[in-house]
Every structure is written in structure tokens, then in C-alpha cells.
């Protein structure tokens, strides 16, 4: 080729481009983003709608179905799932993924604030949320004091997140476990009562002085000055002088008739580290940094406020997630050593000098790929680097061919520079070729749809641009450096190693090919016979979508009983944490009670405030091996499956997109009764399958409220308005919120109103209280109203406008998902359904159509592309016959080697049964491209096909064994997710070299293309 030409013709130019290509190499590798597992990026937004007081039923009416009408009509939208609960509806409406994020974001916030008019106008709030990737947190740090007061542990969080802040690669830098300053005002409500002062004329008075109004402007003369009224309050004591009221001819006081104080919300969700009183102080990172270099940022932040700190407060890293990221960059970096060692090694036989030239390829097209992939907008994650790990042993296919090439026309009496022009002409078109269909091979792997597919994407583009370089790479620097570094060989030359192969090659395979040709047809038979028997391992195997991660961390939710208060919740968490603490590699443990743990994992959404909910998110020691922590998983499991007075599960982390559960059984209808009795089927059906562990379903339980029940005629005769009830009860259990001041010290405070009460409200709420009636008279609420019990349901669930109900349950260790999947579906096609009522599947079922949606097109396009760039190459349709005939020999070899390591075809393993029909076209095309040169150029068929199988064999058997060495450190690697690929590849690879180097010069016999 003229590109090998210019290279090795014009070798000052190439080198000076080869020492730039490795300084920008070097360069992008130290610079480009690093975090912990690939962005993913989806248009997907949750709408909370909070709406205190009303019941589910009343959210769905008022609320969730006048936003489902709008939201539904826009378009591109894919599905709208909503769960509606007391005074709460969350709404996630999913687009279609391929839209775009921030377009889709607007055009929702403008239907949302387009219906709010229609819907109800005492609404507390209605969010529209993002779910972003880089809104993971990457530190979660504790502040521990058993003594320090409220005011001490606030001032010391605001002093770290201030410093925090001050990181410009950081974001949303959040304080959890302290409920928020505001000013209380405790109203006596019998002394309101006497003095007949309307409740409204309070609140009115201290509205009218949160109010702000702007004076406006005067002119003076030839200037105009901004006119300053006296504005809001500014302090606790302006808000106790106000006047309110005017008794018997005085005016009243808001402090004659309330006290007025500085307290703190009501706690809804407590926080401990190891069991020690603290608050958390979390931080996520913007996208596009490198989390390791920020690292050495924050740290030095957080050492400069621990020395701040009062001495009864520590400070303690609970969780750091940069520490992770270099343990398992260094860890996938000494993969690579290690497989580097491996590559040379194997290149042996083909010379010290010959594998040094290979050795140097290597650097030099991670380098290009590296600033390629880059370029692209990739940064350094755990599958990028798999790509280029399984790119290692790729790239390195090109090089030594190229250079068996040169060396074997030195050998023949070529200078070394004669060598290296021809030898690289010769064979430069099989590079080529080569190259493209192992970039097609991984084309489909690129184009995978939804989350899925971005979840994996930066593998294949890692091996792609990596695979691209080493072509480049192949074609110019290496004649290049032949020219330099190999010596003129005559055919008298000798290599120990090479020879000792060569000698291998001459007992063992020449003998054995002799036979396979004179019996073609058996040959055949015998190898189709093998692929059809490695077929019956796809049940034996079965199927699951992504493994757990290896990260030696869990959760443990716990779920009291039904309505439980905070104080009970609180009670069973510290006797889980009690148990955990046994836990020998244990490094510590967050505690979290009426909420979940602050977002750490990228697929994992922590849970909203709940009084019946706790959440511990367990580390253990970075050296817990991942058996180890499967094995303290079920030894806690079997622990806490008989808990008493408590739902205790222990989660693992799973890797890829989020999924509710693996198993869920989504029952849609209209009558909500109907529905609960349904999903009661579907949870003793789910219970009774093999398998399945922490069955959930929602709507077991009804729960009890209690339901102030207002005599209407009585409260019309006395002149009360029934919203003069309903918010004189809230005053009294909740409390009013008037509004917000800002003080002296520029602090912001919210004002709650409220009635003389512990932390939280009780029964004895209730007494005392008084109503006014028109006249401003307090009425005692005894008299127009009375409590009592009433049962409800406690949520349920829209999907796509229609009214259902999720019935779930995840899948025991060692049980594949499905298996227990396809029982359930067998099961749920065998119950009756009344009339209107149906069931989908969700879960991994969904997760997994969805994953695969669009697929069967990408394969298509790629099997066609496939045979059209071999029809290309080779001009004929028996060649490309010829080529693809070994990509099921491969598929042998992958199931075979699945099975033996206890590996399920998982998502990462379908994607190495396809990165394995490019390779092993690839030495395919070396064997039928030579075989032809070989025929052009006068030997008999047989003789050709002989002569190509012994020629070719070192070269294809040594590609086969780097590519085998450079992913052996992957499939010994403790990673689920990643292993899986590097066996599927060896023991593809190893099949397909030991059958394919007989099949191929077979079927070459049988089928001989016309030259």
C-alpha cells in the first residue's frame, strides 16, 4: 500500500508522528474523566405532587388524573407509571429514550404549570425532577457527636458544605439527619378563645407583616431614588410585638397570646454512623472530571474543616467513591500488565526483535484509541477499560502478521526494506478486511437502544477505535520499524522456538489435515454434529440480563408494620445494627430511619420519608473478596427472615439500568377491591415459586386513619365554616406554615404556627381545641365534630392512565431470574382474570425487551454488512462462504466454557458471543486470502490449501493465544459483570482455532471459489 510506502520511504517524518502520537497519548490518559461505572443518561422525569391531607383516592381524582390527561397527549412519550399514596403522587414519565433530555425536561414543566390552574389551589408543591447519573454522590461524611447540641452539629455541617461548595467540580452538596431552624409561635388556644379573637385575623396580621411591598420611585431634582419600605421581620422579638388584635379597647400582642421561640422541624429522618448520633454531609461530581484529581481536592477541604471542628464532633469519610474508582482502575491496571506479560510471551516464536516491534505496536494504538475514544466524548469507567483490555489482544493481530509476514521474506533472501515494502503490500488488503469486519462485528454492540445499550456502549467503542489504531498502527509504524530493528536472515536462519513450532505444527496438524481432506464430507458432518450438540447447553446454561456487583457494599431496608411511628422504626433499626456489628470485615455502617440513605449507587433511587422505614447501607473491608460477601448476605438473610415485628431484607447491588425487582407481576382494572384481591393470588402464587425471596405486595394491608367527622347542620347553626375545622386541626397536629423571614445574621426561617405540643402530635392533640365562628366566638371542636377509624388503601398505582397494582419479589442466590420468570408467566397464563382485568410482566422481563427492542434490525444490518465487505475482499460468494462457516464453530467452544464456570448467557456474554464472530472472521479471511494468492499463483488446489494451513497456522494460532493471554487476567478478575465476556471469547476462541483450522481448508475443498 502507498501508506506503507510513505512511511517507510519518509522514516523521519513517521518517527517525529510517532513520538507525538505517544506524548498526546499519554497526555489524554492522565487528563480525561474518570468515575466508577459509564453515564446514562435517560429522559426520564419523576413529577411529585405533594397534597397533605387527602387520601389516595382523592389524589387520583384531583390530581393524578387531570396531569395524566395532559402529560399523556405530548409527544414521544413512552410510558407514565404513577404511584399515588396519602397526600403524595409520584409520577414518572419516561419519553422515549432517544430524545432529548434538557427539550423534553422544558416541554414537561410547561404542560405541568399549563394544568396547574385546574388542580386543587391548596397543593403544598408540585416537583419536577431530573434523574441525572452525575447526581450520584461521591462522598457521604459523617459528623458524630452523642452530646453536641442541634445548633453545634447544624453550624459544623454548614461550615463543610460551605467548603464543599467552594469545589467548582463538585455539586449538590446536601446536609441529611438535621430537620431545619425555624421560629415557632405556640398559640393558646383557650386564651384566644376568651378574648373571642379570630383564628384568621392572626394569621392575617402576621401574613400582612411577612409581606414585602416596594415603595417605588421619586424624583429629586435631576436624580430619581428607589423608595425602601420598612419591610419583613428581622428577629424573633419584632415577630412577638405584633399586634393583632384589639380586646375590650387594648390592643393585643402576638406574644400576650403565644409563645413565641426558635425551634426545629419535626425529625422525619434520623442518621447514624456505627450506631453513633450524626449527620451526613454528601457531594456529587459534575460530569466530565476526574474523580482522582478532585480527590486530592476535597480531601484537603475536609482536613481544613476537621480541624475546625469542637471537640466533642468527628468527622469520618463513611463513604468515598474515588477509592473505589482507583481500586479498580489500579486493579484493571494490573490486569493489564499481566496480560501484557502474557502477549510477550507468546510472541516468542516469532523472535526477541520481532516481538519487541509487536510489544511496541501495543502502546502506540492504545494511545491513538485512547485520544480517539475521547475525542468522542468517552472517559476512563470499568468498561471502557474491559474494551480495551479485549482490544489488547486484538490489536496486537494485526502487528504480528505483518511482521510473520516481513520476517518470512527476509528469510527468502529480501533486504529488509524490500521485505517490509512487499510483505506489507501483500497482505495489507487481509488487514484491511480483517480490521473492518471485527469493527462491524462490534457495530451492533454500539447501536444497542435504551439504557442498556448506554450502559455497555463505551466497551465497544474502546475495542473499535483501538482495533482502527492498530491497523493504522500495523500499516506504517511497523514496516517502519522492521526496516530498523530486524536483521537480513537467510533461509539457513534459525529460532529454537519458532522451529520447535513449526516441527509441532509439521507432526501434529499436517497429518490430521491430510486425513480431514480426504474425507470432507465426514469432516463436516462430524463438526455439525458437535455445533448442534453444544446447542443443548442453552437451557443447562439459561439466561439473566446483568450480574450483582462485586463492590463490597449492601443495603438492608427494613419495613415495620403498617403505620409504625418513627420511635418504633428506630427501636428495630438498632437491633439490625446490633447484628451487623458482629460482622467481622465489617467497616462501617450508615443508619438511616424515615428515609433512605442518600444516593450512592447509580441505579439505585433512595425512598421517600416513611415513619415505618429504615435503610443501612453496609460497607465492608475493600480486601472482602466477592464470595465472601455473597456468603455474609445469606448468612444475614437467613438471620433476618425470621425477624420479628419487622420486614428485614438484605439487597446486593445490581448492576445496569434500574429495576424495581427481577420478578414483577403488573395486575391493571378499574375496581381497586377486585385489584386487591387479585394481587393477593399473585402473592401466594409468587411465595409458592421456587426461588423467589421478599415477595411485596402493596396492597396487602389496608390501613386506619382517623377521620374527623364534621356535623355539618351543627356547624352551619353555629356559624362555622368547615375550613375554619379543617385548619384549626392542622394548626394543632402539623402546624401552619405562614412563610419565611430573613434575620440579622441573613439566615432565612420558615414561621410555623402552631399548639402547645411534644415533638410529635398524639391524641391529646385533640383536646382544648376551639373553633371560631363568624362572630370570632371559639366553639370547642367536640362540639361540631367527632374522631373516628376508618380503613383505607394504603397506595396504588397508575400505568399509562389505567388503574394497578405491582406484585414483586426478588430471586434467592444462585436461583437464575429466568427460570423463576417463565415459571410465574406459566402460572399467571393459568389464573382467570375477570373481564377488564389483565396482567403485564415488569422487571427484568421488561427491562429485557426493552434492552433488545430494535435489535434483530442491527443484526441484520451487520450480517448483510458482514457479506458484503467479505464479497468485497473477495469477489466471490464461495470465499465469504467459506469465511463465515467458522463463526459457529466458535459458538461451541463459548457454551462449553459458560457452562464449566457456572456462568449464565447474561446480557455481557450475548455481547462477547458477538465480539466473537468478528475475530474469528478475521483469521478466517487470513487462511482463504492466502490460499488464494497461493493458487494465483500456479499450485494445484490440495497443494495450496496444504501449504496455506501450515503457513498461516503460526500466525493465526499466535493471534489466537495473545488474544487468549491479554483476557485471562478478565476471566479470573472477581467482576461478574465483566468476566463472563473474557470466557466467553477464550473458550470461543480456543474452539474456533482448534476446529476451524480443519473445517476451513474443508470447505475450501468443497466449495472452491473461482480465482
Known amino acids: 500500500m502507498k501508506i506503507s510506502d510513505f512511511a517507510v520511504k519518509n522514516y523521519q517524518f513517521t518517527l517525529v508522528i510517532f513520538l507525538m502520537t505517544v506524548a498526546v497519548g499519554l ?5 480525561m474523566p474518570r468515575s466508577e461505572d459509564p453515564v446514562i443518561d435517560s429522559p426520564q422525569f419523576p413529577v411529585v405532587v405533594i397534597y397533605p391531607g387527602a387520601s389516595p383516592e382523592d389524589m387520583e381524582e384531583l390530581v393524578v388524573d387531570p396531569l395524566e390527561e395532559a402529560i399523556y397527549a405530548l409527544e414521544s412519550i413512552k410510558q407514565i407509571k404513577t404511584e399515588i399514596k396519602d397526600g403524595v403522587a409520584v409520577m ?23 394544568v396547574r390552574p385546574e388542580l386543587p389551589a391548596d397543593i403544598f408543591s408540585i416537583k419536577i425532577n431530573r434523574v441525572r447519573p452525575s447526581d450520584v454522590n461521591v462522598l457521604q461524611i459523617a459528623l458524630i457527636s452523642e452530646n453536641a447540641s442541634r445548633e453545634s452539629l447544624k453550624k459544623s455541617g454548614e461550615l463543610l458544605q460551605d467548603e464543599l461548595e467552594k469545589i467548582t467540580q463538585l455539586k449538590k452538596v446536601d446536609l441529611f439527619g438535621l430537620p431545619d431552624q425555624l421560629v415557632r409561635i405556640d398559640l393558646q388556644l383557650e386564651k384566644i378563645a376568651e378574648m373571642n379573637i379570630p383564628l384568621n385575623a392572626i394569621l392575617g396580621s402576621i401574613q400582612g407583616e411577612l409581606s414585602n411591598i416596594p415603595g417605588g420611585q421619586v424624583e429629586a431634582g435631576s436624580k430619581s431614588f428607589n423608595v425602601k419600605t420598612s419591610g419583613n ?28 421561640y426558635e425551634d426545629f422541624e419535626e425529625s422525619k429522618h434520623l442518621t447514624r454512623l456505627n450506631g453513633y448520633r450524626s449527620v451526613f454531609v454528601t457531594a456529587a461530581l459534575k460530569e466530565g472530571n476526574n474523580i482522582s484529581k478532585v480527590q486530592e481536592t476535597y480531601l484537603a477541604a475536609i482536613e481544613k474543616v476537621e480541624k475546625q471542628l469542637p471537640d466533642n464532633i468527628e468527622l469520618v469519610v463513611a463513604f468515598d467513591q474515588a477509592n473505589y474508582v482507583n481500586r479498580r482502575l489500579s486493579g484493571l491496571g ?20 520481532a516481538s519487541i516491534i509487536v510489544m511496541i505496536s501495543i502502546p502506540l494504538s492504545l494511545a491513538i484509541g ?6 468522542l466524548g468517552y472517559g476512563l469507567n470499568q468498561l471502557s477499560i474491559v474494551g480495551l483490555v479485549v482490544a489488547l489482544g486484538l490489536l496486537v493481530d494485526d502487528s504480528i502478521v505483518v511482521v510473520e509476514n516481513i520476517e518470512r521474506w527476509i528469510r527468502e533472501g529480501y533486504t529488509k526494506k524490500e521485505a517490509a515494502l512487499k510483505a506489507t503490500q501483500q497482505i495489507s488488503l487481509s488487514v484491511v478486511g480483517c480490521t473492518v469486519t471485527l469493527i462491524i462485528a462490534f457495530l451492533p454492540l454500539v447501536f444497542l437502544p435504551e439504557g442498556s445499550g448506554d450502559f455497555v456502549r463505551s466497551l465497544p467503542m474502546a475495542v473499535i477505535m483501538s482495533v482502527l489504531a492498530s491497523m493504522l498502527v500495523s500499516l506504517t509504524i511497523i514496516p517502519f520499524l522492521s526496516t530498523w530493528m530486524l536483521k537480513d536472515k537467510g533461509p539457513d536462519h534459525t529460532n529454537k522456538v519458532y522451529d520447535l513450532f513449526q516441527k509441532g505444527i509439521q507432526m501434529s496438524y499436517a497429518p490430521l489435515l491430510e486425513k480431514a481432506l480426504s474425507k470432507p464430507v465426514v469432516t463436516l458432518l462430524i463438526a455439525g454434529t458437535v455445533f448442534l450438540g453444544s446447542l443443548s447447553l442453552f437451557p443447562v446454561i439459561g439466561f439473566s440480563l446483568f450480574p450483582p456487583s462485586e463492590k463490597p457494599q449492601f443495603l438492608v431496608n427494613i419495613t415495620t408494620s403498617l403505620q409504625s411511628n418513627l420511635n418504633t422504626t428506630d427501636e428495630v433499626t438498632r437491633k439490625v445494627e446490633a447484628e451487623l456489628s458482629t460482622i467481622p470485615e465489617l467497616l462501617n455502617f450508615a443508619t438511616n430511619v424515615g428515609k433512605g440513605n442518600p444516593r450512592i449507587y447509580y441505579n439505585e433511587i433512595p425512598e421517600n420519608e416513611r415513619t ?44 445496569g439500568p434500574p429495576v424495581t425487582a427481577p420478578v414483577e407481576v403488573r395486575l391493571s382494572g378499574e375496581n381497586l377491591d377486585t385489584l386487591r384481591n387479585l394481587a393477593q393470588k399473585v402473592e401466594t402464587m409468587l411465595k409458592q415459586t421456587n426461588g423467589t425471596i421478599y415477595v411485596n405486595n402493596p396492597v396487602a394491608n389496608l390501613k386506619t386513619d382517623i377521620k374527623v367527622a364534621i356535623n355539618k347542620e351543627k356547624a352551619r347553626q353555629l356559624g362555622i365554616n368547615t375550613s375554619d375545622i379543617d385548619r384549626t386541626v392542622r394548626l394543632a397536629l402539623a ?11 441573613d439566615v432565612e426561617r420558615s414561621i410555623l404556627i402552631t399548639s402547645p405540643r411534644p415533638d410529635r402530635a398524639t391524641l391529646t392533640s385533640f383536646e382544648n381545641l376551639y373553633v371560631n365562628n363568624f362572630q370570632g366566638v371559639g366553639i370547642p371542636l367536640a362540639q361540631v365534630a367527632s374522631l373516628t377509624f376508618e380503613s383505607s388503601m394504603l397506595s396504588f398505582d397508575h400505568f399509562n392512565k389505567e388503574r394497578s397494582v405491582s406484585v414483586s419479589s426478588f430471586v434467592n442466590q444462585g436461583v437464575l431470574a429466568d427460570r423463576v420468570i417463565e415459571e410465574v408467566i406459566a402460572n399467571m397464563n393459568q389464573m382467570e382474570l375477570p373481564e377488564g382485568y389483565s396482567y403485564t410482566m415488569g422487571g427484568e422481563y421488561e427491562t429485557r425487551q426493552e434492552s433488545f427492542a430494535g435489535f434483530n434490525t442491527v443484526i441484520i444490518v451487520t450480517v448483510f454488512l458482514f457479506i458484503a465487505v467479505l464479497i468485497l475482499l473477495f469477489k466471490t460468494f464461495k470465499s465469504t462462504i467459506i469465511v463465515l462457516s467458522v463463526i459457529p464453530l466458535g459458538m461451541v467452544g463459548a457454551l462449553i466454557a459458560l457452562w464449566m464456570t457456572g456462568n449464565s448467557l447474561s446480557f455481557v456474554a450475548i455481547i462477547g458471543l458477538i465480539a466473537l464472530a468478528g475475530i474469528e472472521v478475521k483469521t478466517s479471511i487470513l487462511l482463504v486470502d492466502f490460499t488464494n494468492q497461493l493458487r494465483q499463483e500456479g499450485k494445484p488446489l490440495d497443494l495450496a490449501i496444504r501449504e496455506a494451513g501450515e503457513i498461516r497456522f503460526l500466525p493465526i494460532v499466535l493471534t489466537t493465544i495473545t488474544a487468549i493471554g491479554g483476557l485471562i487476567p478478565i476471566a479470573l478478575s472477581t467482576n461478574p459483570l465483566i468476566s463472563p465476556l473474557a470466557v ?16 476451513t481448508p474443508v470447505m475450501y475443498k468443497l466449495l472452491p471459489p473461482k480465482i
Not at 235 to 249: D, K, P, V
Not at 985 to 997: D, K, P, Q, V
Open 92 to 114: 414518572k414519565v419516561d419519553y422515549n429514550y432517544n430524545e432529548d433530555v434538557d427539550e423534553k425536561y422544558q416541554e414537561l414543566v410547561r404542560e405541568v404549570n399549563s
Open 612 to 655: 415505618d422505614y429504615g435503610q443501612i447501607f453496609v460497607q465492608l473491608k475493600p480486601e472482602t473478596s466477592p464470595p465472601r460477601k455473597l456468603q455474609i448476605i445469606e448468612e444475614l438473610k437467613s438471620k433476618f427472615s425470621q425477624f420479628v415485628g419487622a420486614k428485614v431484607e438484605v439487597k446486593n447491588f445490581e448492576q
Open 233 to 260: 421581620y428581622s428577629s424573633l422579638e419584632e415577630i412577638a410585638e405584633t399586634i393583632i388584635y384589639s380586646f375590650q379597647g387594648k390592643t393585643v400582642k402576638l406574644k400576650d397570646v403565644a409563645s413565641v
Open 27 to 31: 497526555t489524554t490518559f492522565l487528563n
Open 984 to 999: 466467553v471469547l477464550i473458550g470461543g476462541l480456543i474452539s474456533s482455532t482448534l476446529l476451524s483450522r480443519i473445517v
Open 370 to 375: 485512547l485520544v480517539l475514544l475521547n475525542a
Open 735 to 745: 402546624g401552619l406554615e405562614l412563610g419565611s423571614f430573613t434575620d440579622q445574621n
Open 334 to 353: 494490573v490486569d493489564f500488565l499481566i496480560a501484557i506479560a502474557l502477549v510477550f510471551i507468546t510472541l516468542l516464536p516469532l523472535g526477541n526483535r
